[in-house]
């Protein structure tokens, strides 16, 4: 990845994406079949998915660990809401994840928040103890 002109060299790029109106938002078996599509989509290296359901009416937590980083999931049934981070570093495009997180989901309404991780730092570290 290029430096940016800050010089420093971002570590990734991190997708947040907000689901709204999605389906599936309660079944383990497909939330994990997602993240493994997903992984596999951006070109990523799975190591494991950990998932927790919070049965009854609850959703799913869960997190596909890459060796790029990882990609997670936290789901409201009740209110066909699903939050996902896609965060991904190397030769990995997060962006390509996105369709089968789709395809799986189908939510009505999204909302896509790119954050370049490890660019240039707004503040130092010793300022933000001093504060």
Not at 35 to 64: I, K, N, Q, S, W
Not at 66 to 78: F, K, R
Not at 95 to 103: C, E, F, G, Q
């Amino acid at each position: 990845m290029a430096k940016d002109n800050s010089g420093y060299r971002p570590a990734g790029t991190h997708l947040l994406l907000d689901f709204w109106g999605a389906t599936g938002l309660d079944d383990a078996i497909g939330i994990d079949q997602a993240l493994r599509e997903a992984a596999d989509a951006c070109g990523a290296t799975l190591l494991d998915v950990r998932l927790h359901e919070f049965g009854g009416e609850g959703g799913v937590t869960g997190v596909a660990l890459l060796a790029e980083s990882h990609i997670s999931i936290h789901t409201w049934p009740e209110t066909g809401y699903a939050a996902l981070d896609v965060f991904v570093c190397g030769g990995c495009d997060p962006r390509d994840a996105i369709a089968p997180l789709k395809r799986r989901f189908n939510p009505t309404d999204i909302k896509i928040t790119a954050v370049a991780r490890g660019s240039e730092p707004l503040l130092s570290a010793e300022s933000c103890i001093a504060s």
